[in-house]
């Protein structure tokens, strides 16, 4: 998070680019495709084939916990710096927007390392994974994590506020000064960053590691033939996560690295170059949030089973959309087919006393001739 009462002034009579312009334009495509990504990954890793996997189960609850990210980064920062929206202007938003980015930016961090734990005690041959690799595991271990980062991040409910200008800042001095000087500083990037990069670059490093070997080791057997299918959906899991553990690294650490920095500069050098670190600031904002928008774009890139899913569901739609027309046109060929036979039953009605006259009448000509 980054001060708006120190920052928005200055930088907005110094700078020579427009970085509200920037924000306005990149920050809205990142937040559409973002959310569009995220609920197709719901849709997808909801399905039969991919959720009856621990790392689905896993995956889902990371692309709901992106959605939390990416509402509360629109809320806090685009809304404000990029369209004029003051949307944190009352002491309920002030502290639930400060809280959900912070908690679910954790939670979204956490459920990416418990995948990578997953996949790397699944190919461990471990008789733990018996007990860990299961949906029922997953669910608590999720459900764990959303309320340890809930009560880790709780401190923000009561730590923030709305001060005399209309600003959502911290509450008191000494809670600003833990907040800048430490929270948002070293332990934000130890917590946030640190820890779960350390866990994911050693199963990562573990996983490969296996199934190099692996690959080496294991001829086609009939065993492997028969799982052939299971192992290929693992296989793919892991990708997704080798490819997620790395968007994570290169995006998030630039973010909480400029935090960290930016903490220790001089208010001096602040004041001189407020233009070059807002921009700065913008930018690796930015960046950290194409993490949690891109996950959709990277599985559709890397997963063949994905894409598959995602095609069968295209499929599905389609299907039923055009089963859905051609019910309303049946419906409406056998509407216009009833109306058609009512109105044809009510001619022969009309009709049939005109034919009997018309015949009585030739009876009589024709007996006339006779005589």
Known sequence: ?????????????????????????????????????????????????????????????????????????????LLYHGYNIQVLSNSFMCKSIIFLIYASTDISNYLLTLAAMDRCILISNS????????????????ICVIILFSLINSHFLFGFHIDNDGFCLPASKNYNFFYVNHYDSYIDIIKTVLIPFIIIFICNIFIIFKYTRRNTLISSTSIRRKNRRRREKDRQLTWFLLSTSLLFIFLSLPSEINDFVRTHLSQKFQTIYACQLWASTTLFILIHQINHASHFYVYTLTGPIFRKEFQKLICLFQKQTSKRNLFHSLKKQSLTIHYTQHNDIDDRRLSSPFQQTNLNSLERLSFQLDV
């Open 127 to 142: 008789t733990i994974r018996y007990r860990f690799c299961r949906k029922l595991t997953a669910k608590l271990m999720i």
């Open 1 to 77: 998070m980054y001060d708006e009462k120190n920052s928005s002034t200055n930088a907005t009579i110094q700078c020579r680019f427009n970085v509200a312009l920037f924000l306005r334009y990149s920050g809205t495509l990142v937040i559409i495709l973002g959310c569009i990504g995220n609920i197709l990954s719901i849709v997808v890793f909801s399905r039969k084939a991919l959720r009856s996997r621990s790392c689905s189960i896993y995956f889902l609850a990371l692309s709901m916990s992106d959605i939390s990210v990416l509402i509360g980064y629109t809320f806090e920062n």
